[in-house]
């Protein structure tokens, strides 16, 4: 076509259909992980990071948290659902990082020039950090078995289990991708990141149970999403009142992915 | 139809800084029009709002005849945009990054592997092609930027401040790139801190300052104003600048300005001015304590423009 044959750009495909949508997210979703085939540190730090939780929650404070459980419960059982569903929080700043990364560069300009889906940014983002959750889960399952975890339902327990992190994980990519369009600014979104996660993660039933914590933050630490999802994935893989976590957990990813899903796209309209 | 752009009364500003101010435009078709101004005068804003990633507050802008507002997908299928920095993905190689823009161009698969590999080529980046851009000169940067927005053959071409922090070689190369786009058709629209860019590649110039054009016509008619050739000289104290500037009086130059000790002077006239000047100061018995002649410079054309200088460090955060 010549520079000056108008019309035919117009008959080029569409974005807006679901199909172009899709080939937009998939495009910018396989250049996120190009950036971790890339650049391995990425994904070694956000995997060295839990096996280090591991092993100190194991077996510097597993002695003495394990007295807080109920008789019969192994600490090691107790602690790595917790695990999972932290590695998936810590591995959502990802998205923060990576959106506002986007913004300095001038990247998210050329996006905001292009005849693409805009939400293709976002998802291709959030779809990116899913896939490198995926393997990150499963490795850490690996790690587990290794330091003695052992499941006490059956292999759907584990499945299940595992699908509800990596949904978990998904939701909180997108608080996350809101934070970073909100400050457009990778190194302060770092920073940001951490006062999010630090209450969520560690005032929760992740490592510890709540019923150990005093009676205000107790309230807390009950009614949070990663006790929900934490609580959820320990109910498949050892037993217990499982329906009731596990539709509580759902309850909160599903209203985390909306709302922040809504945000979060209205936010990138507005950020250059 | 034989304007590609078309600017009426454009606005725009944030929170307490207007950077359009009414801005009004015409480009013709396979032209360069060159956005001259200062930091802070709004040329980004402008290129941004015709790009469609700002929307603008007030005012009306087309590209080809699609409104940046209503008719912002036309408008982004038919356009490429350069900006300030490098916008290319540090992780992917040069050939992905175009590839990327390709698929988000929404082109067939097979003329994405195809242009990918002729920009490479265009812009001497067919051996490095394979490696992650973070491993390429600043130079190379820029070029594959420049190459990612060509990726989809648009026939208007937005480069803002494209050869800011280019070496002179990478300079003329990008500047002889530019030429040959518009050569098979390409319209430009080029902003730009140098009067010589704007006079080497553009066929008009817009000056901005403030959100307003404050001039806009042929690059020849703006420096007939000003003057081919500047002559800049120091002289010890205020009073032999003023005492020079009265010698002075009734040359042939096109406009004199002193400020303290200093004291420029323009004229059209070139080596000419320069003789007559020296001439006149020995006869008076005035010695310049420096004298240097060039070229007229953005400053220069603000001088004549608004009679005062490019305010150093002007830059409004929303520039």
Known sequence: MSATDVSAFDTVRDHRVPLGILRDTVALARRGLIAYRRVPQLLVFSTIQPVIFVVMFRYVFGGAVAGSLPPGVDY??????????????????????????????????????????????????????????????????????????????????????????????????????TLGLAVGDPETAQAAAFPVLAPLVFASSAFVPVETMPSWLQWFAEHQPVTANASAVRALTFGGPTAEWVIKALAWDIGIFIVFAIISVRLFKKAV | ??????????????????????????????????????NGAGKTTAVRVLATVLPPDGGRAEVLGH????????????????????AVDPNLTGRENLEMVGVLSQLPRAAIVARAGELLERFQLSEAGDRPVRTYSGGMR??????????????????????????????????????????????????????????????????????????????????????????????????????????????EATATDREGSDLRVSSDRGAKVLVEVLRRLDAAGIEPVTLA???????????????????????AGAA
Not at chain 1, 148 to 168: C, D, E, K, S, Y
Request: charged content about 20%; aromatic content about 8%; proline content about 3%.
């Open chain 1, 76 to 177: 090691v059982d107790y602690l790595m659902p917790g695990i999972f569903v932290q590695t998936a929080v810590f591995g959502a700043i990802a998205a923060a990082i990576g959106l506002a990364s986007d913004m300095k560069s001038g990247l998210m300009e050329r996006f905001h020039a292009l005849p693409m889906s805009r939400a293709a940014v976002l998802t291709g983002r959030t779809t990116a950090d899913l896939c490198r959750n995926a393997f990150v889960v499963v490795l850490m399952m690996v790690v587990g078995f290794l330091v003695g975890w052992r499941i006490h339902t059956n292999v759907w327990g584990l499945i299940a289990g595992g699908l509800l992190v990596l949904f978990f994980g998904y939701a909180m990519s997108w608080i996350f991708a």
């Open chain 2, 1 to 38: 139809m034989t304007n590609a752009i078309v600017v009426e009364d454009l606005r725009k500003r944030f929170d307490d800084v207007v950077a359009l101010d009414g801005v009004d435009l015409e480009v013709e078709h396979g032209t360069v029009f060159g956005l001259l101004g200062p």
């Open chain 2, 67 to 86: 409104d940046v507002v209503r008719d912002a997908d036309r408008v982004r299928r038919r356009i490429g945009m350069a900006g300030q920095f490098a």
């Open chain 2, 142 to 251: 820029r070029r594959l930027d420049i190459g990612a927005s060509l990726v989809a053959t648009p026939p208007v071409l937005f480069l803002d401040e494209p050869t800011t922090g280019l070496d002179l070689t990478s300079r003329n190369e990008l500047w002889d790139m530019i030429r040959e786009l518009v050569a098979d058709g390409t319209t430009v629209l080029l902003t730009t801190q140098y009067l010589e860019e704007a006079d080497q590649l553009a066929s008009r110039i817009a000056v901005v300052d403030g959100g307003k054009v404050i001039a806009n016509d042929t690059p020849t008619n703006l420096k007939a104003q000003l003057g081919s050739t500047v002559v800049e000289m120091t002289f010890a104290d205020g009073a032999a600048a003023e005492h020079a500037a009265t010698a002075l009086a009734g040359t």
């Open chain 2, 293 to 315: 002649v060039r070229e007229p410079s953005m400053d220069d054309v603000f001088l004549a423009l608004t009679g005062r200088h490019v305010e150093l460090g002007a830059e």
